[in-house]
């Protein structure tokens, strides 16, 4: 009877984990220009590029995407400090907006402090429930932010944790 | 200062030289002249430099978090009318000016004022607010469009300042802050000619000369500008020398500086009373100190109150002598009228009304003293003193007043409240209050005693005290740490413990109940705060493991590698309490608490800003967990009597804290968005009579119930499996049963199903949890003593388990 029950809870959790879809969340959605982008080839050594990640709905607050806009004008003027600013006012509005928290670890990869970045990067995967968009996003901020701490073994580690996650198919349990 | 002094003798020296040197006397003349025109460059550098330093030494100003406002905000209409007060809005029917308000059917039509923010001009703007069912529903821009607004960062509450001098406190003001009939009233009554002098009044200082001259009292005639000049020097000598230096002085001030300049640092400068050791400088600051309100915000006979006491405040002082200074203030009144100032009908009415002086001081400038003390100690590590207190800076802080009303509110009302209902001494009990934001760590409220006005011993950062079972949740997080070892329902051995270590006497930990538990489950040690079977897993996990963790958490100071620090027999102040806790609330993430966003210069440039900052120090996982058993504390166990105060569906995590004798009272808690934590004891350090749920955790359901706060919902890490568990046996099901209950696991921790839902049993089981639910009620049953053995942890992972 155990033993039963064990294969039966087995195979179904299983078949759950096989079979989510690459775009399986609900909210927030994904514009149809944001395609998954398998294809992330890890910067060269000491030469960090953060380039712009699709911009997918990241709230349906009107204040937020205010403050979002500003800072993305601002961190584009390099105004990275006053970026900063606005994205901290951003989450204190939806302190548990993933997007908000991932936005904020790419701007500190921006400005180079790493530490703060891949931290950062940790704490948007906390709120990040199964968005595998922006979990992806966030490995490779973590990814770049390890070449950027010289860390090439941590770094690889990270890309590879995100193309896993945008390609699940290619990523069998058995 | 001491000036030099003038030669007197010198008319005398020139007379007899002249009779008998013709030569001589030339060059006397011209040594003389020299001499002469030295002294006046000397004086000119000397004032000038009085002048300059007094005009350029600004204070600090320290600013409360700015509110945000945007549609679907939680706010009420009264709550917006009391923060737009707060920062000097007037009620007007044509609500254009800055700083106007109205009221509308459905909220406000209001006209926001320029403000320079770390990020820019914020322009005025005139603005319509609507609310409906607690929320803001509507902001619009007030045009010809009628554009809809996402967002309005208000202006934020002015919470401070720090002064420059020695103990001269100001509130500077710019003169076109100062109202008009202050300026009135003071040139009707000190200086008619002022506008027209340069200097110095000669039919002035004529009839000064001759009452003096003729025996008569030593009388002013000072203008405006000389009176000026006095109070930068501070002495009280009256004599002729120093009234020739003080006219030179005058009239070089007048050469340099414009009219409008003089009178501005004239406001800011005059001296109008003293407050045991702080001097009272500047009409801004006498409003406060006298009337409780900004200078702007002052009556016509308020005003003429102010300019009355120029020519005395020691004489005049309206707290001693409320007879004399009305007296005072209705001819500072009349020589309006005279002069044409104010009509005849505001005469009437002015002179009618009463002098409404608040009895009381404010002390300090602050209306949060303890806030104010703790960001300029943070400051300090940034910034030299001098600095602070001359260069004008501007400090954004994250102070919430709302949040710190309800807090002091709280804490003032609570601890009388308690001392009534358990007839102690009134006043005996002392308390603290510090209030953080569950994800950035923004310290929103911080309360130093249960008189929060008052500047004094600052409990809140201060006040080191032992933290009692405050420290429990370090020793389970550290045990959960390590699930194949730990879960909730691991049982803990609750018997009698002696624990020996050489060079100290044995210690035998006791419970509060004074009785031993047998075999507990984890979850229920926790929520029942047992000391037995706490101090036992913390000795078997290792008491440097434990305490070593500390730091991690933000705690810096270490306690002995004792048994009893795991039992919280070791000091923290509130504020640090705070830190390990916010660590907790935030799912393993360390932000260290701030105070301060950003510091801004003189003129809005940006200097530093104080960025959030997260480092992950605990798993996610054991973290939820821990909150887990923190949510029993307030659901089952000993802070169960929240619910008087907070609905169960808040799922509020906390602990309670008592210490030896009843000494300190404890409370540390956090909701969805806020992490607060209350001490109450007593200063003196004598047994308060009050547990931490009789004491702290009042105040902090008292407070929070006022704050509408955020259900707590930690996000679920993905390592977490929730599984349906009967409370009795420890059994799990398969599905949600009547009996069961669902407890986290680390995936891989949890137990292996066993049953199917057993249907029939179920009212039987039923009955049977409830009795479990609650042991607290029965602490000697063994009902809870033999739950199921948890199998050996398998050192393999789950799936591969299941598919052994």
Not at chain 2, 558 to 575: D, H, I, K, T, W
Not at chain 2, 667 to 682: E, K, L, N, S
Not at chain 2, 773 to 790: I, L, S, V, W, Y
Request: include cysteine; charge should be negative; glycine fraction near 8%.
């Amino acid at each position: 009877m155990k033993r039963f029950l064990l294969f039966f809870v087995a195979a179904s959790l299983l078949a759950g984990c096989a079979s989510v879809p690459p775009q399986a969340s609900t909210t927030p959605t994904l514009p149809d220009t944001a395609t998954p982008d398998g294809m992330i080839v890890p910067p060269a050594e000491g030469d960090i590029v953060v380039e712009p990640e699709p911009r997918p709905v990241m709230s349906v607050n009107r204040a937020v995407v205010a403050l979002l806009d500003r800072a993305q004008l601002d961190s584009a003027a390099g105004k990275r400090e006053a970026a900063g600013a606005s994205l901290e006012r951003a989450l204190r509005i939806e302190p548990r907006n993933a997007w908000l928290w991932n936005e904020l670890a790419r701007l500190r990869l921006a400005q180079g402090q790493y530490a703060q970045a891949v931290s950062l990067a940790k704490k948007s995967i906390s709120f990040a429930g199964g968005e595998p968009q922006l979990l992806a996003a966030n490995w490779r901020v973590i990814g770049k932010a390890r070449v950027g701490q010289g860390d090439s073994a941590g770094a690889e580690q990270a890309f590879r944790q995100a193309d896993e996650l945008l390609q699940p198919e290619t990523t069998p349990l058995f | 200062m001491k000036l030099p002094a003038f030669p007197r003798n010198a008319v005398l020296f020139l007379f007899n030289f002249l009779k008998s040197h013709a030569r001589a006397i030339r060059l006397t003349v011209l040594l003389l002249a020299l001499g002469l025109s030295g002294y006046v460059f000397y004086l000119d550098v000397t004032i000038r430099e009085a002048f300059e330093g007094r005009k350029f030494a600004l204070p600090a100003r320290v600013y409360g978090r700015a509110l945000e406002v945007y549609p679907g905000l939680k706010l009420t209409p009264e709550q917006f009318l009391e923060e737009i007060k707060t920062v000097g809005y007037h009620e007007n029917p044509e609500p254009n000016e800055p700083a106007t308000y109205r009221h509308t059917l459905e909220g406000f039509e209001f006209t926001s004022r320029d403000f320079v923010f770390g990020d820019g001009l914020q322009k005025a703007q005139p603005l319509r607010i609507g609310f409906a069912e607690g929320r803001v529903t509507l902001l619009q821009e007030r045009d010809k469009e009628d554009a809809d607004l996402a967002l309005l960062r208000l202006e934020p509450p002015l919470i401070g300042g720090i002064y420059p001098g020695h103990n001269e406190d100001r509130a500077l003001l710019r003169l076109d802050q100062v109202p008009k009939p202050l300026i009135d009233a003071l040139v009707s009554i000190e200086d008619r000619k002022f506008y027209t002098h340069w200097g110095i009044d000669p039919r002035g200082i004529a009839r000064a000369l001759y009452k003096t001259l003729s025996g008569q009292r030593i009388e002013g005639g000072s203008t405006l500008t000389q009176q000026l000049v006095k109070n930068f020097f501070l002495t009280s000598e009256r004599t002729l020398t120093r009234k020739g230096t003080e006219v030179l002085m005058a009239m070089l001030l007048e050469m340099h500086y414009g009219k409008d300049e003089i009178l501005e640092t004239y406001l800011n400068e005059i001296f109008l009373g003293q407050d045991a050791t702080r001097a009272i400088h500047g009409f801004g600051l006498a409003s406060h100190f006298y009337f409780d309100r900004p200078l702007e915000r002052l009556e016509l006979q308020e005003l003429a109150t102010l300019v009355g006491m120029v020519k005395g405040p020691t004489v005049y002082d309206p707290r001693k002598k409320p007879e004399l200074v009305l007296q005072r203030r209705n001819i500072v009144l009349q020589e309006m009228v005279k002069l044409n100032a104010i009509t005849q009908a505001q005469f009437v009415e002015a002179r009618q009304k009463p002098l409404g002086v608040i009895h009381r001081p404010p002390s300090g400038t602050s209306p949060y003293p303890a806030f104010l003390q703790l960001v300029h100690r943070q400051l300090q590590r940034d910034y030299r003193e001098e600095d602070l207190r001359s260069e004008g800076l501007r400090i954004f802080t994250t102070l919430d007043p709302r949040v710190q009303r309800h807090a002091e509110l709280a804490l003032a009302g609570r601890l009388k409240q308690i001392e009534k209902a358990r007839r102690m001494d009134a006043n005996t009990l002392e308390g603290a209050v510090v209030v953080s934001s569950t994800q950035n760590g923004e310290l929103l409220a911080l309360v130093g005693g249960r008189e929060a006005r008052y500047a004094g011993f600052n409990r809140a950062v201060d006040a080191m005290r032992p933290i009692g079972s405050l420290a429990k949740p370090i020793v389970y997080l550290s045990a959960l740490e390590n699930p194949d070892s730990y879960t909730l329902l691991t049982p803990l051995d609750d018997s009698p413990l002696v624990w020996k270590q050489p060079g100290t006497t044995d210690w035998k930990p006791q419970n509060y109940d004074k009785k031993f538990h047998d075999q507990v489950p984890l979850r229920t040690a926790l929520a029942h705060s047992y000391n037995v079977s706490t101090a036992r897993l913390g000795i078997e996990l290792g008491i440097d493991n434990v305490l070593d963790k500390l730091p991690l958490y933000g705690i810096e100071r270490r306690p002995p590698s004792f048994a009893s620090s795991l039992l919280g027999a070791f000091e923290l102040s509130p504020v640090e309490v705070a830190q390990l806790y916010q660590t907790f609330a935030d799912g393993g993430f360390r932000t260290p608490l701030r105070a301060i966003r950003e510091v801004v210069d003189v003129e809005g440039k940006p200097l530093q800003r104080y960025p959030l900052n997260v480092e992950p120090v605990a798993a996610a996982a054991p973290v939820y967990l821990l909150t887990h058993a923190l949510q029993g504390v307030v659901r089952e166990g000993t802070a169960q009597g929240l619910v008087n105060w907070l609905p169960a569906e808040l799922n509020a995590a906390g602990k309670t804290g008592t210490t030896d004798d009843l000494r300190d009272s404890w409370f540390a808690g956090y909701t969805g968005d806020r992490v607060a934590v209350v001490w109450v004891g007593r200063d003196d350090n004598l047994p308060s009579g009050l547990t931490g749920s009789s004491g702290a955790m009042t105040v902090w359901g008292e407070m929070m119930k006022n704050l509408d706060p955020e259900p707590l919902q930690p996000a679920v890490p993905e390592d977490i499996e929730l599984a349906h568990i009967d409370p009795v046996s420890g059994l799990r099901y398969d599905r949600e049963c009547a009996a069961t209950v669902a407890i986290p696991f680390v995936r891989g921790s949890e137990p292996d199903v066993t049953e199917s839902c057993p249907g029939a049993l179920t009212d039987i089981l039923t009955t049977f949890g409830d009795m479990i639910a609650r042991p607290e009620e029965k602490p000697g049953e063994k009902t809870e003593d033999k739950p199921e053995p948890k199998p050996e942890p398998e050192k393999k992972n789950w799936i591969q388990r299941l598919l052994d």
